[in-house]
């Protein structure tokens, strides 16, 4: 049929598709628009679409978020089975977790759900809180907690002893560390939205919580005592200030800690009052010191009065600057390391935007710009202070004014002789107090106004321990929200519309009260440095490691990093970290250890997606891959289990008992088949999450794989051919004993025997459980339990409700952990092995696998073989020394003659009794012309086929008394599975054998067929 063009006044509405829903069904349109809430495909797209009623809806940021905008109802993507499915068969679409079921009713909403709505709407949107852009959020912030104590006080100091140009070095070095770590937090925060928590949500996004919360909670407290650092760098001023006037409180220690206690005290009120506050009061400092900036640098320019000149300061003279371009190390902590351990944590405040990533409107863009920003001009003021005071001041001087050359300038000793200054004497006693090398005020000294100096001092002090007081908190309220270690779950807990964390900035301020008692700061910086440089190592790791796994969710839109220069950066930082100090990184790295143990132990129940798992999937894959290259071989041979369980819970004795033999040895992976019918709810329950949720709680090393099938014999014929990866796949079928074949349908138990058969096709080993009790210990017949393993349950599935989100509030509960058997130790009974078979050795493989285990090591394994009771002494023998060349260490083998004598005439009545129901008798001669009853029912047995198969029956029948004689009090009984042929032996007859075999046991059976390949050898090759 030929449509008409869209042209000349003939609009594609005309012919817009109509779906007519039955009786009771839904239209497609009417619910397309309850389902976006009212919005037509009009309002989402452009004109062209807007035509045709459909489900399907354009691209929408509301489809991919996981927060609501206020002020409208967020939409939703239809699903695949409400695109697909059929409106006139299906009476009306699933309800999902986020749509009210209400709005899916035509004309059902009530007047109160209507008001309700309207009140919703009236309502008013909370105040947003305070958020940053990149310049005053993350440029200005870091900045000022780079400018910290150390450029003031500690600088000029390091220029003396290592000279400027290992000063530069020393610079660079950690420019390069701070920079190229900066490029890395840039490529980390800009790979999907950014929340707060700043470096730990960083690195535990991207590492995951073992590594994230062991870093988090150390980098939390670096800052913490960071905070202690720059406020005793202020208190040391202070100090000098006051003793310069003569005004001493206690003595020179004591009076910085009072006046360090006094200023955290006034910090925490101000972090406390909110950001906003805060946000203004780092405004301020940074103005004052760029103001104290420009009064250094004219100070330098003015020439040198006398006063300064007897301080060692002359302006820029070459000789000054090539005499202080040279090392001159002095004192304990006189060498590159040294000086490099005491700069560093002047560098390390390139992270203080990123720590407030919650506070920041667009973290992704502010975050990478302002960093780096804030890197590079920190980093050409270090270099100019360092230069510029190198080239002005000798490293020593006397201060007075009466140290004037008044002697021959052959004897007078340092560079300021040249000037007409002679500090001969304070050089050679040591007891110079002025100069690079001596006076660490010597920035004050030299500039324009020496109190804007000071007021730099202040404010760079101040303002980078209120950044780290802010960004200490807000990290550690980050970690324990996610709840990754105990105890720490209260300082969590948020007040106000920043969600500011009062307990954390309280808890931050006792740490930084302690560590100001110390007073020194000397000792206070190479503390936090390894901390630092720890934190370092692993967000390049982080970088790294995220963009070697190749990731397809590894997307960072900042693209100026390399992963090789994030991962030499890393490997410098660890050993920076033991040239530092050698005992400090083995702390900081036991802490380490120490948290990512006990995070590995608790496994927390958190999935952030992070490069381990990325790692793991490329590290699995590529062991996989690698298999394939190498061809199996006897001595590696593992018994790798599909086990028929249903939902694992329904059979916990099966699970325990495999586990047994599997754990950390080869592959067990739990099966089910749904046999209910088509439908998303059935499709949900075999792949359900609870099942695997109960194996995890179980401690069962298992994988769990469900499948729908119209029958239960071709979903386990689809588990049989498709479990597996490559040479990972299973080798051994084990299912539970159907115990209720007589009384369940005939087509049942013919497909049972068919599975046994399709395993034996393929190549699988069979085991089968029995246990007294049965092994289904579900309370209720359920849709999704395969009644063929145990009880048969008949049971209708209903189409249920489906859920889009993992989050749901109809998630399944995991079953409950009942114990078995087998979870129980065995003490010292005995594991009977009946190896009557030669099946290529598993029969005695599994026996010895579960006494490797703890709770079955002290059993006794006896084995019995079948023999002649004239060489039952040889046959012992031979079997023995068979059995030793196999190193099992099996000592106990009995010969048993009597399994080859006729069973007792009781039991064989009841025989007949059990197969009496699929008899049937056939007259050769009324069926020549027409199909024997037994190809239209397979599981019927003629007279011809009971002859036949007489004498396996006898023998079956016999075993059963035999073990009822040897084995009534064995913890578990491993007997060879007999085997019966296809289109010899009918199934029923089958199944009639391994029931009376097994029958009346209080022990377990466990029947065990090997795939007759050699899974047991002697040899070395």
């Known amino acids: 049929m030929e449509t008409p063009a869209a042209s000349g006044g003939v609009h594609l509405a005309a012919y817009r598709p109509t779906v007519k829903a039955a009786p009771g069904g839904f239209e497609e349109s009417g619910y397309y628009q309850c389902y976006i809430d009212g919005s037509s495909a009009a309002s989402l797209g452009s004109d062209a679409p807007a035509g045709y009623d459909t489900l399907d809806a354009p691209p929408h940021y509301d489809f991919y978020a996981n927060t609501e905008v206020f002020g409208r109802r967020r939409r939703f993507r239809p699903s695949l089975y409400q695109l697909h499915a059929n409106p006139e068969a299906d009476c009306r679409p699933p309800v999902y977790e986020e749509t009210v079921s209400a709005q899916l009713e035509e004309g059902d909403s009530s007047e109160e759900e209507e008001e309700e709505e309207e009140e919703e709407e009236q309502k008013q949107p909370e105040p947003e809180p305070t958020r940053f852009g990149w310049i005053q959020g993350v440029m200005v912030r870091c900045m000022l907690n780079i400018w910290g104590v150390i450029l003031y006080l500690r600088l000029t100091w390091i220029t003396a002893q290592a000279g400027i140009g290992l000063t530069w070095v020393i610079i660079l070095l950690s420019s390069c560390i701070t920079g190229i770590t900066g490029l890395s937090t840039s490529a980390i925060a800009t790979n999907g939205k950014v929340k707060g928590g700043g470096t730990y949500f960083l690195i535990s996004r991207s590492l995951g919580p073992e590594l994230g919360g062991s870093i988090g909670l150390i980098f939390a407290f670096a800052n913490a005592v960071a905070v202690a650092m720059h406020t005793v760098g202020f208190a040391e001023t202070v100090r000098d200030l006051m003793s310069e006037h003569g005004a001493v409180m206690v003595d020179r220690t004591n009076d910085i800690r009072i006046l360090g206690i006094i200023t955290v005290t006034f910090l925490l009120g101000i972090s406390m009052a909110g950001m906003a506050w805060e946000s203004k009061a780092q405004v301020l400092f940074f103005l004052v010191i760029m103001v104290s900036f420009v009064n250094y640098i004219v100070g330098t320019i003015i020439p040198a009065s006398p006063e300064k000149q007897a301080k060692g300061f002359f302006s820029y003279k070459a000789d000054i600057f090539a005499d202080n371009f040279v090392p001159r190390w002095q004192g304990p902590e006189g060498n590159f390391f040294g000086m490099f351990s005491i700069f560093f944590p002047s560098a390390t405040g390139i992270l203080a935007g990123a720590n407030i990533s919650g506070d920041l409107k667009n973290p992704t863009v502010a975050i990478p710009k302002g960093t780096l920003a804030a890197i590079f001009w920190t980093t050409i003021s270090y270099l100019i202070i360092s230069a510029t005071i190198g080239s002005c001041v000798v490293r020593d001087a006397s201060g007075l004014l009466n140290d004037t050359l008044s002697s021959p300038i052959e004897a007078c000793v340092g560079l300021a002789c040249h000037y007409g200054w002679d500090f001969t004497e304070c050089i050679k006693n040591n007891t110079c107090t002025y100069g690079l090398s001596n006076y660490y005020q010597t920035m004050s000294m030299v500039s324009a106004f020496s109190p804007l100096i000071t007021a730099?001092?202040?404010?760079?002090?101040?303002?980078?321990?209120?950044?780290?007081?802010?960004?200490?908190?807000?990290?550690?309220?980050?970690?324990?929200?996610?709840?990754?270690?105990?105890?720490?779950?209260?300082?969590?807990?948020?007040?106000?519309?920043?969600?500011?964390?009062?307990?954390?900035?309280?808890?931050?301020?006792?740490?930084?009260?302690?560590?100001?008692?110390?007073?020194?700061?000397?000792?206070?910086?190479?503390?936090?440095?390894?901390?630092y440089l720890c934190s370092y190592c692993l967000i390049n790791f982080s970088c790294f490691h995220a963009s070697i796994t190749n990731s397809p969710g590894w997307r960072p839109s900042f693209r100026f990093y390399s992963k090789w220069l994030s991962l030499l950066i890393s490997v410098c930082c660890l050993v920076i970290m033991f040239l530092l100090s050698w005992w400090a990184a083995l702390i900081a790295f036991g802490i380490v250890i120490v948290l990512l143990g006990y995070t590995l132990y608790k496994k927390p129940a958190v999935n952030w997606g992070s490069s381990m798992q990325a790692g793991s999937y490329n590290m699995a894959l590529n062991q996989c891959v690698g298999l394939n290259q190498v061809g199996d071989h006897v001595k590696n041979y593992r018994p790798q289990c599909l086990v028929l369980t249903g939902p694992p819970s329904s059979r916990p004795a099966l699970v325990d008992l495999v586990s047994c033999f599997t754990k950390r040895l080869s592959l067990m992976m739990c099966g089910s088949v749904e046999t209910a019918g088509p439908s998303p709810s059935i499709v949900e329950d075999a792949s359900c999450e609870s099942h695997v949720t109960w194996l995890n709680q179980r401690k069962v090393k298992s994988f769990y794989r469900g499948v729908t099938a119209a029958e239960l014999r071709s979903g386990v014929n689809i588990l049989l051919q498709g479990s597996g990866l490559g040479r990972i796949k299973p080798n051994v079928l084990l299912l539970g004993f159907k115990k209720d074949w007589q009384s369940d349908t005939p087509q049942a138990a013919h497909n049972y025997t068919g599975i046994l058969h399709d395993a034996f096709d393929l190549q699988y080993g069979v085991c089968i459980l029995r246990l007294r009790e049965g092994l289904d210990v579900s309370q209720t017949p359920q849709s999704n339990i395969n009644p063929v393993f145990d009880e048969g349950h008949e049971s209708i599935a209903v189409p249920s409700r489906i859920q889009t989100r993992a989050s749901s509030s109809d998630f399944i509960e995991p079953g409950p952990q009942l114990s078995t058997?087998?979870?129980?130790?065995?003490?010292?009974?005995?594991?009977?092995?009946?190896?009557?078979?030669?099946?290529?050795?598993?029969?005695?493989?599994?026996?010895?696998?579960?006494?490797?285990?703890?709770?079955?090591?002290?059993?006794?394994?006896?084995?019995?073989?079948?023999?002649?009771?004239?060489?039952?002494?040889?046959?012992?023998?031979?079997?023995?020394?068979?059995?030793?060349?196999?190193?099992?260490?099996?000592?106990?083998?009995?010969?048993?003659?009597?399994?080859?004598?006729?069973?007792?005439?009781?039991?064989?009545?009841?025989?007949?009794?059990?197969?009496?129901?699929?008899?049937?008798?056939?007259?050769?001669?009324?069926?020549?012309?027409?199909?024997?009853?037994?190809?239209?029912?397979p599981w019927m047995i003629t007279e011809q086929d009971l002859e036949r198969n007489w004498a396996k029956s006898l023998r079956q029948i016999r075993l059963n008394e035999v073990l009822q004689d040897y084995s009534r009090e064995a913890a578990l009984i491993v007997i060879t599975m007999p085997v019966g042929r296809k289109g010899v032996c009918p199934n029923t007859l089958y199944l009639a054998w391994l029931d009376f075999l097994s029958r009346d046991l209080r022990a377990p059976i466990l029947l065990v067929r090997g795939n007759q390949q050699n899974v047991l050898t002697y040899y070395c090759q």
């Not at 002090?461 to 990754?484: E, G, I, M, R, Y």
């Not at 720490?488 to 309280?506: A, L, S, T």
């Not at 930084?512 to 440095?529: G, H, K, Q, R, V």
Request: charged share 25%; aromatic share 10%.
């Open 456 to 531: 730099g001092i202040f404010g760079a002090t101040l303002s980078s321990a209120l950044a780290c007081l802010v960004s200490a908190p807000k990290v550690f309220q980050c970690l324990c929200k996610d709840k990754l270690y105990p105890l720490i779950g209260v300082f969590g807990k948020g007040y106000g519309r920043n969600d500011e964390p009062i307990r954390g900035y309280v808890l931050t301020y006792v740490i930084a009260a302690c560590f100001i008692l110390i007073a020194e700061l000397n000792t206070i910086a190479p503390i936090i440095s390894n901390f």
């Open 821 to 937: 058997v087998f979870q129980k130790k065995q003490g010292k009974k005995t594991i009977d092995v009946y190896w009557l078979s030669d099946d290529g050795g598993l029969t005695l493989l599994l026996p010895y696998l579960l006494t490797r285990r703890k709770r079955w090591a002290r059993c006794k394994v006896r084995v019995f073989v079948g023999g002649e009771t004239e060489q039952k002494d040889e046959q012992r023998e031979n079997v023995l020394a068979l059995i030793k060349k196999f190193r099992l260490g099996f000592h106990d083998v009995e010969v048993l003659p009597d399994i080859y004598q006729k069973p007792q005439p009781g039991n064989v009545h009841q025989f007949e009794n059990m197969v009496g129901r699929f008899k049937i008798n056939t007259n050769p001669k009324e069926d020549s012309d027409g199909d024997l009853p037994g190809q239209e029912e």
